[in-house]
């Protein structure tokens, strides 16, 4: 139990891990802007009028991609002042002496955009991804925290899953129970049939019960059961939950309980002596 108290406090400590302030995320777009604009600048002696916008482009999308649209837009605009300012003639200065320059920078501001645009909605879709995947993970840790065995299977009772508490309370792996069939793999037996119980369930929705499970190892095993159909938005069965609670050591405490009460009635009841048994208000509860 102490290790799966340990994985809920690691996965609180993981969902506590905030996302880049506004700040961090503009602080990286202005200094990708420039240091893209460095590098460019300092190979100027080689590249000469070749290749303006080559850095700055990349920078546009690691912005995009670190902060998101506004981010690629403030690194986009960054980056065209400063390769006007210190790449186009002439140098040093806002004017644009070429009209080729000032096409050049006016498709830069378009693809910068575009870039900007298409890497910002790439990240928030990863971000949603992502942010899926974590909701997942978190239910499934939740999951493997019961002690109570809970499966999930397809409407033909072939398992889906099986999370730790099955695996500890049966003896099979997950791995190994999936696909198999719940009746055939627990040897189910009650008071009533498994199409029985298969009936109830398609018709009512649930099914709640005492059944006998085979363990692994052949133990017999007491269980309370809850069961549930899952359906979709069409009303169509899609799959089983299966919620199983281990009531072996309580029944056979309980056998054991009753075994000692009708041992001690039978002692008093076989004494010659009379004995009698009162309340707190003085009524008789017992007389042999």
Same mark, same amino acid.
């Given at each position: 139990?102490?290790?799966?108290?340990?994985?809920?406090?690691?996965?609180?400590?993981?969902?506590?891990?905030?996302?880049?302030?506004?700040?961090?995320?503009?602080?990286?777009?202005?200094?990708?802007?420039?240091?893209?604009?460095?590098?460019?600048?300092?190979?100027?002696?080689?590249?000469?009028?070749?290749?303006?916008?080559?850095? /700055?482009?990349?920078?546009?999308?690691?912005?995009?991609?670190?902060?998101?649209?506004?981010?690629?837009?403030?690194?986009?605009?960054?980056?065209?002042?400063?390769?006007?300012?210190?790449?186009?003639?002439?140098?040093? /200065?806002?004017?644009? &002496?070429?009209?080729?320059?000032?096409?050049?920078?006016?498709?830069?501001?378009?693809?910068?955009?575009?870039?900007?645009?298409?890497?910002?909605?790439?990240?928030?879709?990863?971000?949603? /991804?992502?942010?899926?995947?974590?909701?997942?993970?978190?239910?499934?840790?939740?999951?493997?925290?019961?002690?109570?065995?809970?499966?999930?299977?397809?409407?033909?009772?072939?398992?889906?899953?099986?999370?730790?508490?099955?695996?500890?309370?049966?003896?099979?792996?997950?791995?190994?129970?999936?696909?198999?069939?719940?009746?055939?793999?627990?040897?189910?037996?009650?008071?009533?049939?498994?199409?029985?119980?298969?009936?109830?369930?398609?018709?009512?929705?649930?099914?709640?019960?005492?059944?006998?499970?085979?363990?692994?190892?052949?133990?017999?095993?007491?269980?309370?059961?809850?069961?549930?159909?899952?359906?979709?938005?069409?009303?169509?069965?899609?799959?089983?939950?299966?919620?199983?609670?281990?009531?072996?050591?309580?029944?056979? &405490?309980?056998?054991?309980?009753?075994?000692?009460?009708?041992?001690?009635?039978?002692?008093?009841?076989?004494?010659?002596?009379?004995?009698?048994?009162?309340?707190?208000?003085?009524?008789?509860?017992?007389?042999?």
């Amino acid at each position: 139990m102490d290790a799966r108290i340990s994985q809920v406090r690691r996965w609180q400590r993981r969902s506590l891990v905030p996302a880049p302030a506004a700040g961090l995320r503009y602080g990286v777009a202005g200094i990708a802007a420039l240091a893209a604009l460095g590098v460019r600048w300092a190979l100027d002696p080689v590249l000469g009028v070749h290749s303006p916008y080559l850095a /700055s482009a990349l920078a546009v999308i690691v912005a995009a991609w670190f902060g998101g649209r506004g981010p690629g837009f403030a690194s986009t605009a960054l980056s065209t002042l400063g390769t006007q300012f210190l790449l186009l003639e002439p140098r040093y /200065s806002f004017a644009i &002496a070429h009209r080729e320059a000032v096409a050049g920078l006016a498709l830069f501001v378009v693809v910068g955009s575009l870039i900007s645009v298409l890497v910002g909605n790439l990240r928030e879709l990863h971000l949603a /991804s992502a942010r899926a995947e974590e909701a997942l993970w978190r239910k499934t840790q939740l999951v493997d925290l019961s002690h109570d065995a809970i499966i999930t299977a397809d409407p033909g009772r072939r398992i889906t899953g099986w999370n730790a508490g099955a695996e500890e309370m049966y003896g099979w792996t997950e791995a190994e129970a999936v696909g198999k069939s719940t009746h055939d793999l627990l040897h189910i037996s009650a008071g009533v049939s498994t199409a029985g119980i298969d009936e109830i369930l398609h018709r009512e929705g649930r099914w709640d019960g005492e059944l006998t499970h085979v363990a692994r190892d052949g133990r017999r095993l007491a269980v309370e059961s809850r069961q549930k159909l899952v359906r979709d938005d069409t009303n169509q069965t899609v799959g089983i939950l299966e919620i199983n609670r281990d009531l072996t050591e309580r029944k056979r &405490a309980e056998g054991q309980l009753a075994a000692e009460h009708r041992r001690n009635t039978a002692i008093l009841e076989s004494i010659s002596d009379g004995f009698n048994a009162f309340d707190r208000e003085w009524r008789y509860t017992y007389v042999n």
